[in-house]
């Protein structure tokens, strides 16, 4: 089994900052894909970003050139940076990550974008 502890959600106003960490602890292979999806009100979850054990990265194309996602694997910790925060950016943020074809997420983290 694999925990996943996010962390760094909250209010903040359009053009803002924020960064959202996700600790993942357990049974933790390297090979794996950590990342993040988010979810608004009345929509489906959706991809923000996603980062690999060998570093490659990818990005929804609402969030790219805003957001960054990296990792520390001595911490087992995946971040993702986000600027120039849009009110179309306010959701509950999922962590997640996938290894040995298993999926594990964690709680969710409210981030909200609102002046």
């Known amino acids: 089994q694999v925990q996943l502890v996010e962390s760094g959600g909250g209010l903040v106003q359009p053009g803002g900052s924020l960064k959202l960490s996700c600790a993942a602890s357990?049974?933790?292979?390297?090979?794996?894909?950590m990342g993040w999806y988010r979810q608004a009100p009345g929509k489906q979850r959706e991809l923000v970003a996603t980062?690999?054990?060998?570093?490659?990265?990818n990005y929804a194309y609402t969030v790219k050139g805003r957001f960054a996602i990296s990792r520390d694997d001595r911490e087992n910790t995946v971040y993702l940076q986000m600027n120039d925060l849009k009110p179309e950016d306010t959701a509950v943020y999922y962590c997640?990550?996938?290894?040995?074809?298993?999926?594990?997420w964690g709680q969710g983290t409210q981030v909200t974008v609102s002046s």
């Open positions: 997640y990550r996938t290894q040995e074809q298993t999926a594990y």
């Open positions: 357990g049974r933790i292979f390297s090979i794996y894909t």
């Open positions: 980062i690999t054990g060998a570093g490659s990265t």
